[in-house]
């Protein structure tokens, strides 16, 4: 009979939290090390795709995931200045086509319905990982506060900053973008419905964009934007920006946008980083997923759905595979990367043809670079059932 391994999860943010719901799916018990000193992270909305959710039902947390998310019926696309409409992006057959809907939620929401689903006894808060070994059998994990813990299998799922990746592969530090996000949450109340009808709103502008969406049914507006900048802006979730600064990012705004603009009272700022798509994702008894791995510019609203992908496909490999853990997981990205790679290419698509936009009479296209056809591939894609299989990737079509 074989004895399943012992699994430790570095970092216990919302790819850690699902494989770990994953695994005990499977039958295996892992002990996730989070070096926050509480379960959460900073307030903010968060969107999930179809075949994410469908995931995370296979795992066993649909009914936690549903009561947590707020489903809106499509994205209207306006022009940031005029405030003339694009596209909309409807979502009434979404889920009859993909078999779930898109969902959005706030972070905090979507952390604690994942925790639903794992042992609480097996969350360990406040341990920061300073340096990990791999063993002969194993790994050691050692921690700031002085303990040790020792493990058959180690997952990192400690973001773009993994303190694992760079135990492997050395300081590959992130790159700056030339991009920068503003992010605020505004209550709901304090919005006329009619300035973000039908409840998820972007606005395109050149070199930005713009996106409000209601979380919590209604009872407050999640506000993203994304814009071109020569200047360095540091990355981190909780980095405070000036409000009038935010507001003057985007000159001349249409009025419902400027409703939106005046509401903010406290805004974040940060860069985006990223790495070139890589193989470097782990080795032997290490396995690398979401960020550590893979982090991505959020522009096909992947960055959350990919590591709920990596956590259930992972579950599966280990459990299909339990007399050889290793092979399970070089099974596991040899599927992984090139899906991944190509959702990581789509991204980048995306936010060059929103932020080359400009009004050109009727030629919206590039106002329908994430429209519901050009995200099939991704939303349509069966984890569930091709977990074992290298998924076809189409080329990527740019707009004129």
């Known amino acids: 009979m074989t004895t399943a391994p012992s699994i430790a999860i570095v970092g216990g943010g919302l790819a850690g939290l699902a494989a770990a719901a994953a695994l005990a799916k499977s039958g295996f018990a892992a002990d996730v090390f989070e070096a926050a000193p509480q379960l959460g992270e900073i307030g903010a909305g968060v969107n999930v795709s179809p075949q994410a959710i469908r995931v995370l039902r296979a795992i066993g947390l649909g009914e936690n995931v549903a009561a947590a998310a707020y489903v809106t019926p499509g994205v209207l696309t306006r022009d940031m200045h005029s405030g003339a409409t694009l596209a909309y992006r409807d979502h009434a057959n979404v889920e009859a086509r993909f078999g779930a809907p898109v969902c959005s939620f706030h972070r905090a929401d979507l952390l604690e319905a994942l925790a639903r689903g794992v042992d609480r006894g097996r969350i360990h808060l406040g341990h920061r990982l300073i340096a990990i070994k791999e063993e002969t059998v194993g790994v050691a994990l050692r921690f700031a506060d002085g303990v040790t813990h020792h493990a058959g299998l180690v997952l990192a799922a400690d973001g773009i900053h993994s303190q694992v990746r760079r135990a492997l592969y050395g300081d590959d530090h992130p790159s700056y973008t030339g991009q920068m996000v503003w992010r605020a949450l505004i209550p709901g109340a304090s919005v006329p419905a009619a300035a973000l009808e039908p409840g998820h709103v972007q606005w395109l502008g050149s070199g930005r964009h713009f996106f409000a969406y209601y979380l919590r049914s209604g009872d407050v507006v999640n506000l993203v934007t994304q814009q071109d900048t020569e200047q360095w802006v540091e990355e981190g979730w909780s980095i405070p920006g000036e409000v009038e600064e935010m507001r003057a990012s985007f000159p001349n705004p249409e009025p419902r946008l400027k409703v939106l603009l005046d509401a903010v009272t406290r805004c974040s700022k940060w860069g985006l980083f990223l790495r070139p798509p890589t193989e470097h994702w ?112 189409p080329a990527i079509a740019q707009p004129h």
Do not use: C
């Open 282 to 393: 782990g080795r032997g008894r290490i396995q690398l997923i979401g960020d550590a791995a893979h982090a991505m510019l959020p522009n096909a609203g992947q960055g959350a759905a990919q590591g709920f992908e990596d956590a259930y496909i992972l579950a599966r490999w280990l459990a299909a595979m339990p007399d050889d853990p290793v092979a399970a997981m070089e099974n596991f990205r040899r599927v992984r990367i090139p899906r991944v790679h190509g959702v990581q290419r789509r991204s980048a698509a995306i936010v060059r043809a929103k932020h080359d936009y400009e009004l050109q009479g009727e030629n919206t296209a590039r106002a329908k670079v994430d429209a519901v056809d050009a995200m099939a591939w991704i939303w349509g894609y069966d984890a569930v059932n091709d977990w074992d299989k290298v998924p076809a990737e």
